[in-house]
């Protein structure tokens, strides 16, 4: 979750983080503790199975190889499905698809979520007024009912998934960004630059958006986190890409093929859980270490 | 008032939003709408039955009209007929909606409690053993799909334990009145509402527990503890009481989220609710019970945002005498 932290977070340490975006603390920021460290690991891992994971995988998981229900062997190290394809080599293939759709949502709602944050903190008056009641309505609709009415109409792609996932999640990266602008427009180095005659939009490229990218960073690894965790539970209700292998579409046929009964969860239930665990987490810690970094008044809590 | 009438305003605005994407969803897709209102047999149908159909959905008039129509159809209640259930849209959800009230209701209440509990101690003892252990749980906890936590919950405790009922909210063939009916009941719903309350436990949690170190580094809290007052009457009486107040619009905020968990948790139990249905209608494409059942789960929230706003002065004196 982490919603409600961020409004009251927001706004804080504007001064250092126009230093910061001076000085690059976000590359310490991923070493700075041992949990910090452990994400940067776990990311580290994780997008390398994504770029060499089809490489390394021991089967084509979209041929059928053995008998189905297989527990593990030497031959199949999670055991096969339930019309026999190797599990482990579904996994490895899904976490292109899982981080890809989580990469692109969330870098589309952080795009949008920043330029709407900058342009109402900076503009103030009716266009803030505006864009943060849009914002808000987002805000108060129920996230993954929306989500899945959305995913439904527009047909299950990956693409389509992403596109669903960005529409929902803008919003919160757009208020965060919003307090924080406004901070920096309230700067007297803002209100000179306004002086010396510098329009909206220069204003908006040379002082606001370099200011704002650092926690816009943040942003988007926590909305990472978030993206893979909802295509896990889009694809788990059967609104998944059909064609393509992910995380979520593992554990959607694991459920509906009864994976329960036929004794075979431990390993076709939580391996695929555990990893869209590891992964969220590892981009929660280091969003996290981001964002303490880049808003000091967290330190420590 | 004012204040009053903005926060109306907001969720008039929320409703007027959602129903109109329910309105241009159908219609905004490419291909007929009709499709998506009366099912996808419609491309069966000979023209003559097309025309009858569109003029009983009023697909032939003006979109403006339609727009208006449609809004009074939904403010009354007729939100369609579901070919796949049989039924009208709003009765199937009016079978399903005292059971996600009911799972909804319980994991909210747990999850506060033990969230606002936990958070004041973990804040109190900061950085102290049980501080550290809760934190990195409710991260931890943060990172699990709630879905796959309930199918661990499932395979361990039903399958391969059988302590506890995993399918629906009763038992089919059981007493339908009564105790034994209220104890059934229980049973079914200890393993989706554990689910629940563990997905959204560390949201409380973190809030509490920052609202509670602002206050706790207060000078009123300073001036309690100089003048004496026993530690434990400064965090009760001074300390909680005041954190508690950013926490009660958190937990309706949480609220969008918990209706969310509880789709996906319904799903793994087979719990007879709004969330199962939405999963049904989105296995067999019924688009107006899909659109029903947002539509219902968004009025769910905002009434609910509506109680917190009515709740609210009853904590927080300066706004009752502010009005």
């Known amino acids: 979750m982490g919603t409600p932290l961020a409004a009251p977070l927001a706004g804080a340490g504007s001064d250092r983080a126009a230093v910061g975006a001076r000085q690059r603390p976000w590359l310490a920021a991923l070493f700075r503790t041992r949990t910090a460290a452990f994400g940067t690991f776990v990311l580290t891992v994780v997008v390398a199975t994504a770029l060499f994971g089809r490489a390394l995988a021991p089967y084509d998981p979209r041929e059928v190889v053995a008998r189905p229900y297989q527990p593990p062997s030497a031959q199949h190290w999670l055991g096969t499905n339930d019309i026999g394809q190797d599990i482990f080599s579904e996994l490895l293939w899904g976490t292109r698809a899982s981080l890809t759709v989580g990469l692109v949502a969330a870098l589309a709602a952080v795009l949008v979520g920043t330029a709407v944050g900058v342009v109402a903190g900076l503009a103030g008056g009716w266009v803030d007024a505006v864009l943060m009641r849009a914002t808000d309505v987002v805000l108060t609709l129920p996230f993954l009912p929306l989500a899945i009415v959305l995913a439904a109409f527009l047909g299950p792609s990956l693409g389509n998934t992403a596109l669903v996932l960005a529409l929902v999640i803008w919003a919160r990266p757009a208020r965060v960004v919003r307090s924080h602008a406004l901070g920096i427009a309230g700067h007297a180095y803002v209100e000179a630059a306004h002086a010396l005659g510098g329009g909206f939009g220069h204003v908006l490229r040379r002082h606001v958006v370099p200011a704002v990218l650092p926690l816009a960073l943040s942003q988007f690894i926590l909305a990472v986190s978030s993206a893979i965790l909802a295509e896990a539970s889009l694809a788990f209700l059967g609104l998944g890409d059909p064609i393509q292998k992910s995380w979520g579409s593992v554990l959607f046929y694991a459920q509906s093929r009864g994976a329960f009964l036929s004794g075979a969860w431990p390993w076709w239930v939580v391996p695929p859980g555990l990893l869209i665990a590891l992964t969220v987490l590892g981009f929660a810690l280091v969003g996290r270490s981001l964002e303490a970094v880049l808003l000091p008044r967290l330190r420590g809590r | ?141 943060d990172a699990l799909p709630t879905f796959w936590l309930g199918m661990l919950f499932v395979a361990v405790f039903a399958v391969s334990w059988r302590l506890l ?95 969310g968990g509880a789709t996906v948790v319904e799903t793994v139990f087979a719990y007879p609710g709004v969330g199962t249905l939405l999963y049904q209608a989105v296995l067999a494409r019924d688009y107006p019970v899909l659109q029903g059942a947002f539509f219902m789960l968004t009025v769910s929230v905002l009434l609910a945002n509506a109680l917190a706003d009515a709740v609210y002065p009853l904590l927080d004196p300066r706004v009752r005498r502010g009005g």
């Open chain 2, 1 to 141: 008032m004012a204040w009053y009438l903005g926060r109306v305003g907001q969720y008039g605005l929320v409703l007027l939003v959602a129903m109109t994407f329910n309105f241009a969803l159908p219609r905004a897709m490419p291909g007929s709408p009709l499709r998506y209102l009366a099912g996808e047999d419609v491309g069966l149908l000979t023209p003559a039955q097309v025309a009858d159909l569109r003029a009983t959905y009023g697909l032939d008039r003006p979109l403006a009209a339609q727009y208006v129509a449609y809004l009074g159809d939904t403010l009354r209640g007729a939100w369609g007929f579901s070919f796949q259930l049989g039924k009208p849209v709003a009765e199937a959800i009016r079978e399903r909606l005292p059971w996600t009230l009911l799972l909804v209701g319980s994991s909210l209440l747990v999850a506060t409690a033990f969230g606002i509990i936990a958070g004041a101690i973990a804040a109190w003892r900061r950085g102290g053993r049980f501080d550290t252990a809760a934190l990195s749980s409710a991260i931890l906890v």
């Open chain 2, 165 to 259: 009922p995993v399918f629906g909210a009763y038992t089919p063939w059981g007493d339908r009145s009564g105790w034994p009916f209220v104890l059934d009941v229980a049973r079914h719903l200890v393993l989706p509402a554990t689910t629940l309350t563990l997905a959204s436990l560390s949201g409380t949690f973190l809030v509490m527990r920052y609202a509670m170190l602002d206050v706790l580094g207060q000078d009123y809290v300073r001036t309690a503890r100089a003048k004496g007052l026993p530690e434990r009457r400064v965090v009760m009486g001074h300390a909680v009481r005041n954190a508690l107040l950013p926490v009660s619009t958190v937990v309706f905020l949480n609220l969008g989220f918990l209706v």
